[in-house]
């Protein structure tokens, strides 16, 4: 997994609530390997009308916005189905940090799997910087995970991000590898598990 | 042990292999279901050369891409058919016990965890998919992960996780005729929110809980990940230790003795604290339907679309216009007058054999307005409702009987909701596009998309639940 330490991008401001797994990639591009290009269809059908035309008042679209790696969004962003492919679209189209009040559970687990930084902020912050974003679009937005700061043009704060996966971010750890180092841990609790709740092995 | 512990606090201690010194725990998987989307995980493992740690506690099902209407031997996509087939070279090739598309066991994974026995009350469930809270309706902590952590718990059969914030909900009382699990959900999300839960682990209480069959419970916990929760999950009692005797692959003899002895001390403790409480009053609980595109967006089917003018909030009444846009309603619209195109009963939410027969008996005698599929939760409730006659009800109403899988709940088998068309569904998610791009989903339980599809518009099925001869 690549590190994150700190980026310096433009940001897109998205300002709805709920965005959902089912918006940032529609299920019909579920049984898209990777190497396909996910980062196309990213939020097609927001992005796209049905003849596979830009939207042009779509944020994303905007000359400005289109280059950017960091989304500032509504709370509750990533609710929903728990489709990895979803954090895979984000991070294939360029985005490395999404800045928003809350998030769903599975995908900012999900996130973090995959080096894209979720950044909580309070939501009169998120709606101060999403205002900033629609006055100025050209503000580069500065994200340092170091720091725990975020600033850009006039604006400047912290972000909330867990201590776990902060220093997993920073550092571009992998979680299987550091599981294998407590093996000896794992093989004694299933031993003494299968005596303690023999119930729980599936019978047949 | 002396220290009082709600009914989370016990599952996660008996599953806790060891916590680090930042707060992130390591858990023992008891079982682990995966599905052709699981393919993502099956690559990262191919990719280290890694084997499947327990076989033994992993099955596989094929539900999300397996064709539920017309024929299943051959699958006309090849798309569709490579995704079914992958599932199969996956079980096969690392010895996960399968339930195929022509397996007399097949169905939707959170149907058939519960009915084959596998899903038991304190054990620790997880799956590559959110509805995976659906199996905390038996005392058991399940809940949905992604592709990463999937290929983790293949790899190791553990998990990192932090351990949730504690949240209870009790509905007491007693709910109405023709109200249902599904009611009782769409209450408390529409309360609550899409995220009102987000964090936390819900343990559902109360006389009203208590009162459901475990097709209900498995409903309301199935629903849970709308509000955003980690996991649901009910106390096991009774209904839930007659549900699970007898079932394949549950416990016999003596060991479902020494189940029946644990199961028993599943729950929350007298004086056990949480760090949220919610109460409902079940008596005041109406059926209900979502009108917008969150499904936090449900109101009583007697009450009208919302009027973002009256909203102070702009960010609020921004969300309720672009949904009344999408939704194609008007403001003020009352709900009982939005005509439906097309009805949907199925899913892992309300796709079980008493789901089937409560629109069955909605159905009976009467015909749909709209056209419609019914995709039962699994091969063998498909076989009981058979059985039972329930197939010819659907089919003279004019509803199409189906096989099944997931369907048009997400639509990635190719059956899908038109562009515009607005469906009445027994779904979970009323999201944008989420039957199709461009669908309209209503959500509701499945006596009122019975209701809907009689009357060719939202309408309330207390008014066809007088006794009649049919």
Same mark, same amino acid.
């Given at each position: 997994?690549?590190? *994150?330490?700190? +980026?310096? =991008?433009?940001?897109?401001?998205? !300002?709805?609530?709920?965005?959902? /797994?089912?918006?940032?990639?529609? &299920?019909?591009?579920?049984?898209?390997?990777?190497?396909?290009?996910?980062?196309?269809?990213?939020?097609?059908?927001?992005?796209?009308?049905?003849?596979?035309?830009?939207?042009?008042?779509?944020?994303?679209?905007?000359?400005?916005?289109?280059?950017?790696?960091?989304?500032?969004?509504?709370?509750?962003?990533?609710?929903?189905?728990?489709?990895?492919?979803?954090?895979?679209?984000?991070?294939?189209?360029?985005?490395?940090?999404?800045?928003?009040?809350? *998030?769903?559970? +599975?995908? =900012?687990?999900?996130?973090?799997? !995959?080096?894209?930084?979720?950044? /909580?902020?309070?939501?009169?912050? &998120?709606?101060?910087?999403?205002?900033?974003?629609?006055?100025?679009?050209?503000?580069?937005?500065?994200?340092?995970?170091?720091?725990?700061?975020?600033?850009?043009?006039?604006?400047?704060?912290?972000?909330?991000?867990?201590?776990?996966?902060?220093?997993?971010?920073?550092?571009?750890?992998?979680?299987?590898?550091?599981?294998?180092?407590?093996?000896?841990?794992?093989?004694?609790?299933?031993?003494?598990?299968?005596?303690?709740?023999?119930?729980?092995?599936?019978?047949? | 042990?002396?220290?009082?512990?709600?009914?989370?606090?016990?599952?996660?201690?008996?599953?806790?292999?060891?916590?680090?010194?930042?707060?992130?725990?390591?858990?023992?998987?008891?079982?682990?279901?995966?599905?052709?989307?699981?393919?993502?995980?099956?690559?990262?493992?191919?990719?280290?050369?890694?084997?499947?740690?327990?076989?033994?506690?992993?099955?596989?099902?094929?539900?999300?891409?397996?064709?539920?209407?017309?024929?299943?031997?051959?699958?006309?996509?090849?798309?569709?058919?490579?995704?079914?087939?992958?599932?199969?070279?996956?079980?096969?090739?690392?010895?996960?016990?399968?339930?195929?598309?022509?397996?007399?066991?097949?169905?939707?994974?959170?149907?058939?965890?519960?009915?084959?026995?596998?899903?038991?009350?304190?054990?620790?469930?997880?799956?590559?998919?959110?509805?995976?809270?659906?199996?905390?309706?038996?005392?058991?902590?399940?809940?949905?992960?992604?592709?990463?952590?999937?290929?983790?718990?293949?790899?190791?059969?553990?998990?990192?996780?932090?351990?949730?914030?504690?949240?209870?909900?009790?509905?007491?009382?007693?709910?109405?005729?023709?109200?249902?699990?599904?009611?009782?959900?769409?209450?408390?999300?529409?309360?609550?929110?899409?995220?009102?839960?987000?964090?936390?682990?819900?343990?559902?209480?109360?006389?009203?809980?208590?009162?459901?069959?475990?097709?209900?419970?498995?409903?309301?916990?199935?629903?849970?990940?709308?509000?955003?929760?980690?996991?649901?999950?009910?106390?096991?009692?009774?209904?839930?230790?007659?549900?699970?005797?007898?079932?394949?692959?549950?416990?016999?003899?003596?060991?479902?003795?020494?189940?029946?002895?644990?199961?028993?001390?599943?729950?929350?403790?007298?004086?056990?604290?949480?760090?949220?409480?919610?109460?409902?009053?079940?008596?005041?609980?109406?059926?209900?339907?979502?009108?917008?595109?969150?499904?936090?967006?449900?109101?009583?089917?007697?009450?009208?679309?919302?009027?973002?003018?009256?909203?102070?909030?702009?960010?609020?009444?921004?969300?309720?216009?672009?949904?009344?846009?999408?939704?194609?309603?008007?403001?003020?619209?009352?709900?009982?007058?939005?005509?439906?195109?097309?009805?949907?009963?199925?899913?892992?939410?309300?796709?079980?054999?008493?789901?089937?027969?409560?629109?069955?008996?909605?159905?009976?005698?009467?015909?749909?307005?709209?056209?419609?599929?019914?995709?039962?939760?699994?091969?063998?409730?498909?076989?009981?409702?058979?059985?039972?006659?329930?197939?010819?009800?659907?089919?003279?109403?004019?509803?199409?009987?189906?096989?099944?899988?997931?369907?048009?709940?997400?639509?990635?088998?190719?059956?899908?909701?038109?562009?515009?068309?607005?469906?009445?569904?027994?779904?979970?998610?009323?999201?944008?596009?989420?039957?199709?791009?461009?669908?309209?989903?209503?959500?509701?339980?499945?006596?009122?998309?019975?209701?809907?599809?009689?009357?060719?518009?939202?309408?309330?099925?207390?008014?066809?639940?007088?006794?009649?001869?049919?």
């Amino acid at each position: 997994m690549e590190k *994150f330490t700190r +980026i310096v =991008a433009p940001a897109c401001p998205l !300002n709805v609530t709920n965005i959902n /797994t089912d918006q940032l990639l529609p &299920a019909r591009y579920l049984k898209w390997p990777r190497s396909a290009g996910l980062g196309k269809v990213l939020l097609q059908d927001l992005r796209f009308d049905a003849e596979g035309h830009e939207r042009p008042d779509f944020p994303l679209n905007q000359p400005d916005f289109r280059a950017a790696k960091i989304v500032v969004a509504g709370r509750n962003f990533g609710c929903g189905s728990s489709r990895e492919a979803a954090v895979y679209a984000l991070y294939d189209y360029g985005i490395r940090c999404v800045i928003a009040p809350s *998030f769903g559970d +599975i995908f =900012a687990g999900n996130a973090i799997q !995959n080096g894209l930084l979720t950044a /909580t902020v309070r939501d009169e912050v &998120a709606g101060g910087l999403m205002s900033q974003l629609t006055a100025a679009p050209k503000t580069l937005v500065t994200v340092d995970l170091e720091k725990q700061t975020i600033s850009g043009g006039d604006f400047s704060c912290g972000f909330g991000v867990d201590p776990v996966r902060r220093l997993r971010l920073l550092n571009g750890w992998d979680d299987i590898a550091l599981t294998e180092n407590f093996r000896d841990r794992i093989t004694a609790f299933k031993a003494t598990d299968q005596t303690r709740r023999a119930w729980a092995i599936p019978s047949d | 042990m002396t220290e009082v512990q709600t009914l989370i606090d016990k599952l996660w201690v008996a599953h806790e292999i060891l916590r680090r010194d930042d707060g992130e725990s390591l858990l023992w998987v008891d079982r682990h279901y995966v599905h052709e989307g699981s393919f993502h995980a099956f690559s990262r493992l191919a990719e280290r050369g890694a084997a499947v740690a327990e076989p033994g506690f992993t099955f596989g099902v094929a539900d999300h891409y397996v064709p539920t209407r017309g024929p299943r031997d051959s699958i006309g996509n090849p798309e569709i058919a490579r995704m079914v087939r992958q599932i199969e070279e996956n079980a096969a090739r690392h010895r996960i016990k399968l339930f195929g598309l022509n397996d007399r066991r097949q169905g939707i994974v959170h149907v058939v965890g519960p009915e084959q026995g596998l899903t038991l009350p304190g054990l620790l469930v997880v799956c590559g998919d959110s509805h995976t809270s659906t199996h905390g309706a038996l005392g058991a902590f399940a809940f949905g992960i992604g592709a990463s952590e999937v290929a983790h718990v293949l790899m190791t059969q553990t998990i990192w996780q932090r351990r949730p914030k504690r949240m209870r909900v009790t509905v007491d009382g007693k709910t109405a005729p023709g109200n249902a699990a599904k009611d009782i959900a769409l209450t408390i999300i529409g309360k609550i929110g899409a995220d009102g839960a987000t964090g936390h682990a819900v343990e559902f209480a109360g006389s009203a809980i208590r009162a459901l069959s475990i097709e209900g419970r498995l409903t309301l916990c199935n629903m849970s990940i709308e509000a955003g929760a980690r996991c649901g999950m009910v106390a096991p009692d009774a209904t839930t230790f007659d549900y699970v005797k007898g079932r394949p692959f549950a416990p016999k003899g003596t060991a479902l003795e020494q189940a029946f002895d644990a199961w028993s001390r599943l729950k929350t403790d007298d004086g056990a604290e949480f760090e949220r409480e919610v109460c409902f009053d079940a008596d005041a609980i109406a059926p209900i339907v979502t009108w917008g595109t969150s499904p936090q967006h449900a109101l009583p089917i007697d009450a009208s679309v919302p009027n973002p003018a009256g909203e102070t909030d702009p960010a609020r009444a921004n969300e309720l216009r672009e949904a009344i846009d999408y939704m194609g309603l008007r403001p003020g619209q009352k709900l009982t007058e939005v005509a439906i195109d097309r009805a949907f009963i199925g899913s892992c939410t309300n796709a079980r054999i008493e789901d089937l027969r409560a629109a069955a008996a909605v159905l009976a005698g009467r015909i749909s307005k709209v056209p419609g599929l019914v995709s039962p939760g699994s091969s063998l409730v498909k076989r009981q409702a058979e059985e039972e006659g329930l197939d010819r009800i659907f089919r003279d109403s004019g509803l199409e009987w189906g096989e099944s899988g997931c369907s048009m709940c997400v639509g990635i088998n190719g059956d899908l909701v038109a562009p515009g068309e607005r469906c009445a569904s027994t779904t979970n998610r009323n999201f944008r596009g989420r039957q199709g791009p461009g669908a309209r989903t209503h959500l509701m339980s499945p006596v009122m998309v019975a209701a809907a599809a009689v009357a060719g518009h939202l309408s309330d099925v207390r008014s066809l639940m007088a006794p009649r001869k049919v």
